[in-house]
């Protein structure tokens, strides 16, 4: 095998291997983007696992995120800190759980916690309508997004607590056949 | 649990990779990955082999999900094509080719450029049309005429079992859709496509996104006179596309009665299938700038589905029941050996529409998209409108399946077509945004006519003088004849058997239906139990929402109420609460 990549060890990219979809060449093309984000943070050697984090602002010009409304949130909740700095494990994490071979029970529970934006296990009104504003960029008048989100609730809340648990979400999730290619990052 | 196994679970768990890692490490060095690697280089050997792979991942990238699904009908198409070709050719054109070297061509025609165009001339005598074909027993064993019929019957059986499946699968996938694309919680929370990465297209969809959200709670807020009023644009709306495909519908009646009259030249054959497809591509376009211009509507999107696809399904429709009524009534009454002249008719209807279909992409799309980034920039760049062009995909291959009976070697080209057309629409579809509305296919409104047009095609009598089926009273003859031959040697009477007994008898059809109306009626109740069940839960779950509210805020009061003297006590309390919040 043409192992020249001084990158990683052999140990590393079987695990990481094992536990992302990603196979090894991916891998090495993910630590090149990686890489592309920051070149005097982040070293080519990664053999003695170097504790780096390329921080929020830098990982969301990456092309795969910029137009994306949701960006903060994505990175937020792939990192360990909650502020949106990654560290490689933490970016291979991201796009592993949004590829392609994800399964759904995986990206439902992220996309859970990507919508929950004062992370309380619940999606109230409150975070209804912070993703209402930005997905239409603020553009809906006060009543139209008060609407909305109050329409959004009675459909989805199965238990009358007015917010969404995450079986609530599920629910509504299981009954979306275009949720999986929907909830999708190509990279 | 097997190693493979075990790692699908792994990889299944919402952990971060750290964490994965060290239960992976366990059995790591345990195991050979070997497993997964020999998947992989299956999968990969036998996606080099499928056609266009490459490219179809590329525009589903750059593009995204309904793009996509455009190109991959798209291939679906030219795949059923080639099979369709290779079994006309394989069944009819070679026998026939085989026992009869030379077409029997009159002495003073001779091939022109135009016959490509036009299709009558030279090719008349060909095997391209029914006329070319005999009623000979090729070798004194295989009988043409049976080979005919039963090659066309079951190829149209074949078709339509794959679109009644597609249908079918598409129809359940609709059927939970539909519920949920009016829901404003799907809207809000799954409909946001992630891949989707050009700035025009994520622009462009959140305006779809937004003018469909305030258009539905400007709904909610609508005075009586304002819903009349939203009535009314659309009681118009739908009024003008429909006189618009009726006037269209007449006029090419009159046309064709016209040309009817005046029937000396090759040349003038070649005007009915220029105005069919110039209406094909004119009027859509009208349809859309009506749409454009319509700004004191709040309601663009609703109008733009019911009259800028609706009314182009209803054009075209229209279009073809009028060629197909003049054909019938009228071609057939008049001309000698009137399956070649339809045969005709609709090879010329084919070239022009792909003719059409490239001019139109070339100076609609790519001259436009030039000017409008280059020169004008206020023009704007032009839509890939997804389902429009799907519409139009289907309306080829509906005129190529209606032509089958007459020219079975029409399946080649649309061959061609479909091969050229997919290069070109990936080409225009880099400079263009597109439309995101769902990709519903309507497949399904195209199904009727062409059976109802080839059941009536078939009760009328075949020619006298060319064609395979000559001198016989009507198509179904072929078998009755057969049958009758087959009823003297003593063997293959189960066959006879079958036909008087099965095919031939009310009774079969009567049980059948009796069979499937049960079936229908079991399906329906069932469905019925299962959405009252679904209720009853939903009420199930809403009171036990309830009673856990109520249970916690009993305890909250007990623990006020009794001040906690034992620290051990006061421990239960708290895990017993602890409990409570787990297992609601």
Known sequence: MGNKQTTFTDEQLEAFQDCTFFTRKEILRLHGRYRELAPHLVPLDYTNNPDIRVPLALIVTMPELKENPFRDRIVQTFSEDGQGNLSFNDFVDMFSALCETSPRDLKTIYAFKIYDFNRDNFICKDDLQQTLNLLTKGELTEDEVLLVCDKALEEADLDGDSKLSFSDFQNMISKAPDFLSNFHIRI | ?584
Request: aromatic content about 16%; charged content about 15%; proline content about 3%.
């Open chain 2, 1 to 584: 649990m097997s190693a493979r196994d075990r790692t699908r679970a792994i990889l299944d768990l919402p952990m971060s990779f750290e964490e994965k890692n060290g239960e992976c490490f366990i059995f790591h060095h345990k195991t050979k990955c070997c497993i997964f690697s020999y998947d992989l280089y299956i999968k990969s050997a036998r996606q080099t082999l499928e056609l266009w792979q490459g490219i179809m991942k590329e525009i589903g990238g750059k593009f995204g999900s309904s793009v996509l699904s455009y190109f991959v009908f798209l291939k679906w198409l030219l795949m059923f094509n080639i099979f369709s070709f290779m079994v006309n050719f394989g069944f009819i054109t070679i026998p026939l080719l085989v026992s009869d070297h030379s077409p029997n061509i009159p002495p003073n025609v001779s091939f022109r450029g135009l016959e490509l165009l036009s299709g009558a001339g030279y090719f008349t005598y060909t095997v391209m049309y029914y006329g070319g074909y005999s009623n000979a027993t090729v070798g004194q064993v295989y009988d043409m005429q049976l080979a005919y019929f039963f090659t066309i019957a079951v190829y149209m059986v074949l078709c339509g079992i794959a679109l009644i499946f597609s249908m079918a699968s598409s129809f359940r996938q609709n059927y939970v859709l539909a519920d949920s694309v009016s829901n404003s919680a799907w809207q809000l929370l799954c409909s946001w496509d992630f891949s989707v990465t050009n700035e025009r297209a994520v622009r462009q969809r959140r305006n779809n996104l937004r003018e469909s959200l305030s258009e539905k709670a400007q709904e909610e807020l609508l005075t009586l006179s304002e819903k009349l009023r939203h009535y009314g644009v659309h009681f118009g709306s739908w009024l003008l596309s429909t006189g618009l495909a009726v006037g269209c519908g007449a006029s090419i009646y009159y046309l064709c009665q016209y040309e009817q009259k005046v029937h000396n030249q090759e040349a003038e054959t070649l005007l009915v299938p220029f105005v069919v497809s110039l209406i094909n591509l004119v009027i859509p376009l009208f349809y859309s700038l009506f749409n454009k211009f319509e700004h004191y509507s709040s309601q663009r999107q609703q109008i733009y589905a019911l009259v800028v696809r609706s009314g182009n399904v209803f054009l075209r429709l229209v279009i073809l029941a009028v060629l197909c009524y003049y054909w019938m009534n009228v071609v057939a009454e008049k001309f000698s050996c009137w399956e070649s002249m339809v045969g005709q008719a609709l090879y010329r209807l084919v070239i022009f529409d792909f003719l059409f279909l490239m001019l139109g992409s070339f100076f609609g799309e790519f001259l436009s998209n030039v000017i409008g980034t280059r020169l004008l920039t206020s023009l704007g760049v032009p839509e890939f409108d997804v389902a429009r062009n799907v519409l139009d995909l289907i309306y080829t291959q509906t005129l190529a399946w209606i032509g089958i009976y007459f020219a079975p070697l029409l399946p080649a080209i649309q061959i061609l077509k479909f091969f050229l057309l997919f290069y070109l629409k990936k080409v225009n579809a880099c400079f263009q945004e597109f439309s995101t509305c769902c990709a519903i296919y309507q497949r399904s409104k195209f199904i009727p006519p062409r059976f109802v047009c080839l059941v009536l095609l078939c009760r009328l009598s075949p020619s006298e003088q060319c064609g395979p089926f000559q001198g016989l009273n009507n198509t179904f003859a072929v078998v009755e004849v057969w049958m009758t031959e087959l009823e003297g040697p003593s063997h293959s009477h189960w066959t006879v058997w079958i036909y008087h007994n099965v095919i031939r008898s009310e009774l079969f059809y009567f049980l059948v239906t009796l069979i499937i109306i049960v079936i229908i009626y079991i399906f329906w109740q069932v469905t019925k139990g299962r959405q009252e069940l679904i209720r009853l839960l939903r009420q199930q779950i809403i009171n036990e929402g309830k009673d856990k509210f109520f249970l916690l805020d009993k305890l909250q009061n007990l623990q006020k109420s009794h001040p906690n003297r034992n620290p051990k006590q006061k421990k239960q309390k708290e895990v017993c609460c602890d409990r409570v919040f787990f297992l609601c």
